[in-house]
Nanobody, 124 residues
Framework: QGQLVESGGGLVQAGDSLRLACAAP????????MGWFRQAPGKERDFVAA????????HYADSVKGRFTVSKERASKTMYLQMNDLRPEDTAVYYC?????????????????WGQGTQVTVSS
């Protein structure tokens, strides 16, 4: 229950794009807000983006606004993070998370489940 599986990470150059996916096959997907976090080497895990269970509310960290877009697809129980104009400072392990709430603040502050992470490396 609550298993989250990330995919889509890789090594890219500055200015490139990547799309991360987070599959949640065992979740009652419609009852969970979902989010993305990232952790760079030697730093704490930081919030990146979140989407509520109905998909009509999103929230982003200031550092990614205008470049990253979070979305979800109910049929496949998958959340996505489209990352454009990537920068070296975006390099990190990216984690997806979920919380049983319709509020984005719920997953931002108190995630219930975490994925294993996927590495994103952006070279200059």
């Amino acid at each position: 229950q609550g298993q989250l599986v990330e995919s889509g990470g890789g090594l890219v150059q500055a200015g490139d794009s990547l799309r991360l996916a987070c599959a949640a096959p065992s979740l009652t997907f419609d009852f969970y807000a979902m989010g993305w976090f990232r952790q760079a080497p030697g730093k704490e895990r930081d919030f990146v983006a979140a989407i509520n269970w109905s998909g009509d509310t999103t929230h982003y960290a200031d550092s990614v606004k205008g470049r990253f877009t979070v979305s979800k697809e109910r049929a496949s129980k998958t959340m996505y993070l489209q990352m454009n104009d990537l920068r070296p400072e975006d390099t990190a392990v990216y984690y997806c998370a979920s919380a049983k709430t319709n509020q984005v603040q719920g997953v931002m502050l108190s995630p219930s489940y975490w994925g294993q992470g996927t590495q994103v490396t952006v070279s200059s």
